[in-house]
């Protein structure tokens, strides 16, 4: 599955529009904040999460017979003691 924050993939032609797909991830965060910024956890936590919402767009996508996800956008919003995070895009068919 190719995925891209771009609109268009260089060297491919999309074919087929199927659809926006999104990944959505809310994540229990321990706030550990230190006067020099954001602590180690906390950053390995973001990502992991981040990989999370992309993974489960990628699913997503590959439901509905897409090879591809262009256009790719973040949402992050701080919920209570959480971060909620979405990966959303365009599925897509490439040649």
Known sequence: M???TTPE???KTIVE???I???EVLTRMKMG???AGVIAEYEAEMIKAKRAAINKMIDSAAKIAANAVVGVDFDFQSISQGIYISATGT???VA
Request: aromatic letters at 16%.
């Open 91 to 93: 599925a897509v068919v």
């Open 21 to 23: 797909v999104f990944g």
């Open 2 to 4: 190719i995925v891209t």
């Open 17 to 19: 529009y199927k659809g």
């Open 9 to 11: 993939i260089a060297g």
């Open 33 to 35: 904040w230190t006067t």
